[in-house]
């Protein structure tokens, strides 16, 4: 059975298309029907992280868990490139308009943290289209949950099309056996100006056994806090490969574009000045979620950058980004 819309295999029993957002109503449907809540997911798909020292070689991605909930356009999917031909200037079906192309620029740290807190500067963006870009704070625990907090900014709706204005505080968990909560986003844009200090923090506290994903802004006071069960974690941690875990702790700057290959980005800065990160991957990709042939590019560090007080440079087709023990942008383009 297919998506009448995107023609993406279903189950008989969707209710809605995990690709697309798509309502359905199959006579005979064991599936409650979704909600017809408005908010939107927060994007989130997994860079593709390539193996260090075969990344032009072998193409090969993580696989990554399924999002399936009403507002699950930007889903996990077991993405597999086989061939190099396959990992570059794909082609496949997709919308024009919609934004479909899921580009991630990260930064993914090789040590474990109990606390993670950064802060990012409020960067207005967007592409041709209208669509702009989410900041987010990974934190991967020791008992496999993910944890994500974060700053969007002109965000896609669950269709692809259209999105929600303005600045928004957001974040979700992944549990894991990769479901998800309901992503959360408020539904009005937060007191979040451009250029201010918005802080990003995941820590275990909150109560017995939790975690606290909180986000401020610093100019205005605008916050966001929630807790989630910690599942018996203790700490963030660090990946000893940039593909030994496909939801790292790290930065990431996630955008989704109705085009491949956008590089619109403008600098965005990540800074934390108490605990210096001393390695960490640096990874850029780009694919259409949930296409198993859909990677339009990737490539990650051969290696962990040895970080120093200095920045370093790293860009990939067209992506630039800077990295330092107490700093990571992302942009230029």
Request: glycine share 8%.
């Given at each position: 059975m297919k998506c009448p819309v995107c023609h993406g295999e279903l189950q008989a029993s969707s209710s809605f298309c995990p690709y697309c957002g798509t309502r359905l109503d199959w006579t005979g449907s064991t599936r409650p029907r979704p909600s017809s809540s408005?908010?939107?997911?927060?994007?989130?798909?997994?860079?593709?992280?390539?193996?260090?020292?075969?990344?032009?070689?072998?193409?090969?991605?993580?696989?990554?868990?399924?999002?399936?909930?009403d507002d699950a356009r930007n889903v996990l999917r077991n993405l597999t490139c086989l061939t190099p031909s396959l990992c570059t200037n794909s082609t496949f079906p997709t919308t024009p308009g919609k934004a479909t192309y899921?580009?991630?620029?990260?930064?993914?740290?090789t040590q474990d943290f109990s606390a993670l807190n950064y802060n990012v500067t409020a960067v207005p963006q967007t592409d041709s289209s209208g669509y702009g870009p989410a900041y987010l704070l990974n934190g991967f625990s020791n008992a496999g949950y993910w944890y994500q907090v974060g700053l969007a900014y002109n965000w896609p709706f669950a269709s692809g099309n259209g999105y929600d204005s303005g600045f928004h505080l957001i974040w979700e968990v992944f549990t894991p056996n990769g479901t998800t909560n309901n992503p959360v986003l408020s539904r009005i844009p937060d007191n979040v100006n451009p250029g201010d200090t918005v802080g990003l923090s995941l820590s275990f506290s909150g109560g017995p056994d939790m975690v606290t994903m909180y986000a401020v802004d610093y100019n205005t006071g605008a916050y966001s806090s929630h807790s989630y069960k910690a599942g018996g974690g203790t700490i963030f941690a660090g990946s000893s490969s940039s593909s030994s875990t496909r939801t790292p702790t790290s930065l990431m700057t996630e955008w989704y574009h109705p085009s491949p290959s956008d590089t619109s980005m403008k600098q965005v800065t990540y800074s934390e000045s108490s605990f210096p990160v001393s390695r960490a991957w640096i990874c850029i990709g780009?694919?259409?979620?949930?296409?198993?042939?859909?990677?339009?590019?990737?490539?990650?560090?051969?290696s962990p950058l040895t970080l120093t007080s200095q920045l370093q440079q790293y860009s990939y087709h067209g992506l630039n980004t800077y990295v330092s023990q107490y700093e990571f942008q992302t942009g230029p383009s």
């Open positions: 408005k908010h939107i997911g927060t994007a989130i798909g997994l860079i593709a992280l390539l193996v260090a020292g075969s990344l032009l070689a072998t193409g090969v991605l993580v696989p990554a868990v399924t999002r399936l909930y899921d580009q991630q620029v990260s930064l993914i740290f780009e694919y259409v979620p949930p296409n198993p042939n859909s990677l339009i590019y990737a490539q990650c560090t051969g």
